[in-house]
């Protein structure tokens, strides 16, 4: 009997123990079942800016000197002085090259002598001719006699006119032997060293020189924004215009070199444009450190391009622009009024257009495309379509953002 209710003691005992372990152990089972908590992403959220901003039409060009001269010997001799320091800048009319003078001074001298004989054979045939009419009109010559010495009258003339013009080609050639600048401008290195011969048929090119002050600046634009540049042309009332068209035509005025098409004449679209040289050159000075007014525009529209080109004029009083320099060109437009910026950090390019991360009230990042409109000077970019005063978007820790995901947004100072 007693071994007959020992097992089922020991049964229930065991029963009750592993009731109780399932008990204690069930809670944690539980717990472990549940989803774990996953921290959110922090990441920088900020509002869109809404400000006022100055529209541009952004374009690359070149620069070209306003003038540009090739110095050459045009007569022929051995080249004795070197008169100015290679790079330096010269006024117009400023000595250059001496090219060896003896022999063209004496072929002066050999004309003035032809020309004096000459004239002394012309008044020998005028007394002759005199002597001969009052001889005719008593019947002494007859008139072949007075008809030969008219013609001899005549053909003196023509020597003396002829000797005259030799004289004057012996002192042009004599001139030519004191080369001088033709313009204003900056020079380059002579190219031609002292005692070699030079001359039309030898070394014709002494130097050149350039005149940069003012310089010319060309560029092509679209004919979309040659039409805007036009418009916004016809109610500009900028005072920069005026000043700076006084300033160039001055400064041509004082040049006295130019020819009639180059005199400053009214602009034929009254807008001033800034410029800057290639990223790099001269960054003390800023991006856009120039101004400039146009000039000139084409006369036709580039069919393979759809662009034009433009000139414009820049002072340069410094010389601190060269020709031949790669520039950009900023031509402002009509202000746009409560535009909506994002910092550029902000935006990601797709495949076919841009997008920015919008947080929703609920800091639920959401993608949204964008249309952009151009860079602003602090960094900011101007954006046309897709976001409007008022979004949060986010700026950094884009790379931790997922469409549809919960964000947790903080400032920069609270990420620092």
């Not at 000043?243 to 009214?266: G, I, M, N, V, Y």
Request: charged fraction near 25%.
């Amino acid at each position: 009997m007693y071994y007959d209710i020992l097992p089922m003691f020991y049964f229930i005992r065991f029963s009750a123990l592993f009731i109780l372990l399932l008990l204690v152990l069930a809670p944690g089972c539980r717990h472990s079942a549940e989803k774990p908590l996953i921290a959110l992403p922090e990441v920088v959220v900020e509002e869109v800016l809404i400000r006022d901003v100055q529209p541009y039409v952004t374009t690359t060009g070149h620069t070209e000197a306003f003038e540009f001269v090739n110095v050459p010997a045009r007569v022929s001799g051995i080249l004795r002085e070197i008169r100015y320091r290679p790079g330096d800048v010269v006024a117009a009319n400023a000595p250059l090259f001496l090219i060896e003078p003896e022999q063209y001074q004496a072929a002066v001298k050999s004309a003035a002598s032809q020309l004096a004989s000459a004239q002394v054979q012309l008044k020998l045939s005028e007394a002759n001719l005199l002597r001969t009419t009052e001889l005719k009109t008593k019947g002494a010559l007859t008139e072949q006699d007075l008809q030969t010495d008219t013609a001899k009258r005549d053909e003196a003339a023509a020597n003396v006119l002829n000797a005259e013009a030799q004289l004057d080609i012996a002192k042009l050639n004599l001139s030519y032997t004191d080369i001088r600048s033709p313009i204003t401008g900056k020079t380059d290195r002579n190219l031609v060293d002292l005692g070699n011969l030079v001359g039309p048929d030898k070394e014709p090119i002494l130097t050149t020189i350039a005149g940069m002050d003012p310089i010319y600046v060309y560029f092509d634009i679209s004919d979309y924004d040659f039409n805007n540049i036009r418009e916004f042309a016809k109610n500009n009332d900028n005072p920069k215009v005026k000043e700076l068209f006084d300033w160039l035509k001055k400064r041509k005025e004082s040049l006295k070199t130019q020819s009639p098409q180059q005199q400053a004449s009214e602009p034929q679209i009254k807008i001033v444009f800034e410029l800057g040289l290639i990223k790099g050159a001269l960054p003390t000075l800023g991006e856009f450190p120039f101004q400039g007014m146009i000039d000139m525009t084409s006369n036709k529209i580039d069919r393979s391009t759809g662009t034009i080109t433009i000139r414009g004029e820049v002072p340069n009083p410094d010389y601190t622009i060269f020709p031949g320099q790669i520039c950009r060109i900023r031509i402002p437009l009509w202000q746009k009024p409560n535009t909506v910026l994002v910092k550029t950090e902000a935006i990601r390019p797709d495949l076919n257009h841009h997008y920015v991360f919008v947080v929703d009230e609920k800091n639920v990042a959401h993608r949204r495309i964008v249309k952009l409109g151009e860079i602003q000077p602090d960094g900011t970019r101007v954006v046309e379509e897709g976001l409007q005063k008022g979004d949060r978007y986010v700026v950094l820790g884009i790379q931790k953002v997922r469409d549809g995901n919960e964000i947790a947004p903080r400032s920069a100072a609270a990420i620092k």
